[in-house]
């Protein structure tokens, strides 16, 4: 059974970086594109970005873009997101999932497309 697992969450001052994993187990990540999602208090989902199963396209949301980098390890069948140049609107529970759909060649970010989902971090960008 697929199973996904988030890690690396905690509390960064403005500007600073986070480094978020998340594991996945029961499969390689060649069969699944693989997604951020992020949800704020009193907010609903956000998807932030996303890396293509084969090939390794990748995707973001406008908000991110230029400060995080989505990437894998295929030995260590991980996917990580570095987060760069954190702001406090970036606070929220950071959760990784799997499935999706892909148009044009590049992920998409609608959760409802994906059907495997972590557990979620928290990240929280305050001073």
């Known amino acids: 059974q697929l199973q996904l697992v988030e890690s690396g969450g905690g509390l960064v001052q403005p500007g600073g970086s986070l480094r978020l994993s998340c594991a996945v187990s029961?499969?390689?990540?060649?069969?699944?594109?693989i997604g951020w999602f992020r949800q704020a208090p009193g907010k609903g989902r956000e998807g932030v970005s996303c890396i293509r199963s084969r090939g390794g396209s990748t995707n973001y949301a406008d908000s991110v873009k230029g400060r995080f980098t989505i990437f894998r390890d295929n030995a260590k069948n991980t996917i990580y997101l570095q987060m760069n140049s954190l702001k406090p609107e970036d606070t929220a529970v950071y959760s990784c999932?799997?499935?999706?759909?892909?148009?044009?060649?590049?992920?998409?970010?609608?959760?409802?497309?994906?059907?495997?989902w972590g557990q979620g971090t928290q990240v929280t960008v305050s001073s």
């Open positions: 029961g499969s390689t990540l060649d069969d699944y594109n």
């Open positions: 999932a799997a499935g999706g759909r892909v148009l044009f060649r590049v992920c998409v970010l609608s959760e409802e497309t994906y059907g495997y």
